[in-house]
């Protein structure tokens, strides 16, 4: 039997079909690009937007005309670049303390290469390639101060402490070292009031404290590791593909010697005893 439809229910049924394709184009406006319920990979891509620092000397800073540059942008550039995407195609845009999570998930950028350590919660919320890097928290002191060796050599040093940074409480909590905390805005503040002798010692991770040490004449890092940091480059929540390949492109960048190039470049003059080997990798979910 043949259905009548009444002018009424036509235009009624036009206007819902209308505000469906609306609903639907304003969804996609907004949300990741996913292919078979996947998210977008990194791999395949003609341009890439690059979360990183842009204050960390040695690993992501700004010089004098405000281009990007250390170790961090170089390892982002080589992993781009293996990816198939050149240079001139890579973006680069600071993330601040805040993270990399949502600016992966809205799509505002595609990785990110920071020195924020791979954990459990940060697992649930992006997908982590690498390490790129596995660091240690060590200890920056001045040239020639031969009094502090180990973290245990703490005990009783003016000690500089930075506002939201775990590596104060591991000193003083985990290690039980009584210290004498000196508070400091930042570690660069720390690293210029340690070579003016307003502080005995800073302590935090290797590769930031071989960055300052590069930076900060009369100041060197102790080679006293005792924490693993694994610093790993994050990725939309999901895409595997993207880990693997990446994984693959950081095996050979140590394999081949660039990754040894790269942090010989930016730390070989810091004291800290480089490593030449791939770190062990997390794995990809």
């Known amino acids: 039997m043949r259905t009548v439809h009444s002018a009424r229910t036509r235009v009624a049924t036009a206007a819902l079909a209308g505000l469906s394709v609306v609903s639907l184009a304003a969804a996609l406006a907004v949300a990741p690009l996913v292919y078979g319920g996947e998210p977008e990979s990194v791999t395949g891509r003609d341009e890439l937007v690059i979360g990183v620092d842009d204050g960390l000397p040695g690993l992501s800073a700004r010089t004098g005309d405000g281009t990007l540059e250390g170790f961090e942008i170089d390892v982002a550039t080589y992993v781009a670049g293996r990816l198939g995407v050149a240079p001139a195609d890579v973006t680069f845009r600071p993330i601040r303390s ?33 390490p790129y890097y596995l660091a240690h928290q060590d200890i920056l002191v001045r040239q020639g101060d031969r009094s502090i060796e180990t973290v245990r050599d703490l005990r009783g040093k003016r000690v500089c402490k930075v506002p939201g940074s775990g590596s104060w409480e591991v000193v003083a909590g985990e290690r039980e070292v009584a210290a004498a905390p000196v508070p400091m805005a930042s570690y660069g503040d720390c690293a210029e009031a340690l070579a003016a002798g307003r502080v005995d010692a800073v302590t935090t991770d290797d590769l930031v404290l071989a960055g300052l040490a590069t930076a900060v004449p009369g100041t060197t890092v102790v080679n006293a590791s005792f924490t693993d940091v694994k610093y790993g480059i994050a990725l939309r929540k999901g895409d595997r593909e993207g880990c693997l390949a990446v994984n693959r492109v950081l095996t050979g960048m140590y394999q081949n010697g660039a990754a040894a190039t790269m942090l010989d470049q930016w730390f070989g003059t810091s004291g800290l005893d480089l490593p030449a080997t791939v770190p062990q990798f997390e794995g990809c979910p």
Do not use: K, S
């Open 98 to 130: 805040d993270g990399p999570e949502d600016a992966l998930r809205d799509g505002t950028i595609d990785m990110a290469v920071t020195t924020r350590p791979v954990t459990a919660e940060r697992r649930d919320r992006v997908t982590f390639a690498g």
